[in-house]
């Protein structure tokens, strides 16, 4: 292992058409000290030949090539691979600022944080982009402080591992959950999070998310796809089920993601499925109801939505309209 040398991870699958551009703001990096490992996860089109090609450019970037086996394989493999003290993940269809790295190496010497994290801008592919993250009080946290501002999307922040750079002391022997086709990432950083002591965190948008092209997973939307998200809520639920701050915020994303995921049912007319998300929906609702983090207004809107996944938010804000 190289004790400066910093991995970065990119799984790619069917990004032809944005993939160099995410290797060229690789090359484009004020700290040199880096090897790129793109991992073609079986792709269709022509990304694993431009991924070899690419390769033959700097001898910085390696290309391996596997049968197709989901974005959690393809990140593996590149964990496998790594030789470096610290990995970072990035999206083939993403980029990065030319002073990415530096900044996030600095920030590491600066802090001993075994995480360091900063913040994105939402790229449309026009040109236009939208940076919602926003300072804290504090740029150091504990891991729970952190998990929780993110699983409230508090001030921007997300459960995204494309925005840290992580200690390889701390991923020692953790891998991504290949059972999990949405919400891995997330999973994967909640495991993260609960073996380590420090996380830095600046808001800074070094990193660029592109959001609209078809079939980015970040706005599309299916029962399958939140079947998949709350199986990976409930498995970082069973890892902080003992942490008080993140508990009760836990089960109130679980309330709402089985409330849409019973809607999702509704839509697509699978009665059981229907039933089953509603009655997790109810369990959800009732065990926030006594928790003093949770607001009066989410327990009114959940317990509502959660009766009547269909009709609960449309009541909920008649009576909140009617208050007002």
């Given at each position: 292992?190289?004790?400066?040398?910093?991995?970065?991870?990119?799984?790619?699958?069917?990004?032809?058409?944005?993939?160099?551009?995410?290797?060229?703001?690789?090359?484009?990096?004020?700290?040199?000290?880096?090897?790129?490992?793109?991992?073609?996860?079986?792709?269709?089109?022509?990304?694993?030949?431009?991924?070899?090609?690419?390769?033959?450019?700097?001898?910085?970037?390696?290309?391996?090539?596997?049968?197709?086996?989901?974005?959690?394989?393809?990140?593996?493999?590149?964990l496998d691979e790594a030789r470096g003290a610290f990995a970072v993940f990035l999206d083939s269809d993403d980029w990065v600022d030319a002073d990415y790295l530096e900044q996030l190496r600095a920030r590491q010497k600066e802090s001993g944080a075994e995480l360091v994290v900063c913040g994105y801008a939402l790229e449309d592919g026009t040109g236009t982009s939208e940076a919602p993250s926003k300072p804290l009080a504090e740029k150091l946290?504990?891991?729970?402080?952190?998990?929780?501002?993110?699983?409230?999307?508090?001030?921007?922040?997300?459960?995204?591992?494309?925005?840290?750079?992580?200690?390889?002391?701390?991923?020692?022997?953790?891998?991504?959950?290949?059972?999990?086709?949405?919400?891995?990432?997330?999973?994967?950083?909640?495991?993260?999070?609960?073996?380590?002591?420090?996380?830095?965190?600046?808001?800074?948008?070094?990193?660029?998310?592109?959001?609209?092209?078809?079939?980015?997973?970040?706005?599309?939307?299916?029962?399958?796809?939140?079947?998949?998200?709350?199986?990976?809520?409930?498995?970082?639920?069973?890892?902080?089920?003992?942490?008080?701050?993140?508990?009760?915020?836990?089960?109130?994303?679980?309330?709402?993601?089985?409330?849409?995921?019973?809607?999702?049912?509704?839509?697509?007319?699978?009665?059981?499925?229907?039933?089953?998300?509603?009655?997790?929906?109810?369990?959800?609702?009732?065990?926030?109801?006594?928790?003093?983090?949770?607001?009066?207004?989410?327990?009114?809107?959940?317990?509502?939505?959660?009766?009547?996944?269909?009709?609960?938010?449309?009541?909920?804000?008649?009576?909140?309209?009617?208050?007002?």
């Amino acid at each position: 292992m190289n004790n400066e040398l910093i991995s970065i991870i990119v799984p790619v699958y069917k990004t032809e058409v944005w993939l160099e551009k995410c290797v060229r703001s690789v090359l484009a990096q004020t700290d040199g000290g880096w090897e790129l490992i793109l991992v073609d996860d079986g792709s269709p089109d022509g990304s694993g030949a431009l991924c070899d090609r690419l390769a033959g450019e700097d001898a910085r970037i390696r290309a391996f090539h596997q049968e197709n086996a989901g974005v959690s394989a393809a990140r593996n493999r590149g964990l496998d691979e790594a030789r470096g003290a610290f990995a970072v993940f990035l999206d083939s269809d993403d980029w990065v600022d030319a002073d990415y790295l530096e900044q996030l190496r600095a920030r590491q010497k600066e802090s001993g944080a075994e995480l360091v994290v900063c913040g994105y801008a939402l790229e449309d592919g026009t040109g236009t982009s939208e940076a919602p993250s926003k300072p804290l009080a504090e740029k150091l946290l504990d891991p729970d402080d952190f998990l929780a501002g993110a699983l409230r999307e508090e001030n921007g922040i997300i459960l995204s591992v494309c925005l840290g750079m992580f200690s390889m002391k701390a991923l020692d022997g953790l891998r991504f959950d290949t059972a999990f086709a949405y919400g891995e990432d997330s999973l994967f950083l909640s495991f993260v999070l609960s073996r380590i002591t420090k996380v830095w965190y600046d808001p800074v948008p070094l990193y660029h998310y592109l959001v609209s092209r078809d079939g980015n997973t970040y706005t599309e939307l299916s029962l399958k796809k939140q079947e998949s998200r709350i199986r990976s809520f409930e498995a970082i639920e069973a890892v902080w089920k003992g942490n008080d701050k993140v508990r009760p915020i836990l089960e109130k994303i679980l309330a709402d993601l089985e409330i849409i995921a019973a809607r999702l049912a509704h839509e697509a007319g699978d009665r059981a499925s229907f039933a089953a998300h509603r009655k997790a929906a109810r369990i959800h609702a009732e065990a926030v109801q006594s928790s003093p983090t949770v607001s009066r207004k989410d327990k009114l809107r959940l317990k509502l939505a959660a009766a009547s996944p269909v009709h609960g938010v449309d009541i909920y804000k008649r009576l909140k309209e009617g208050r007002g």
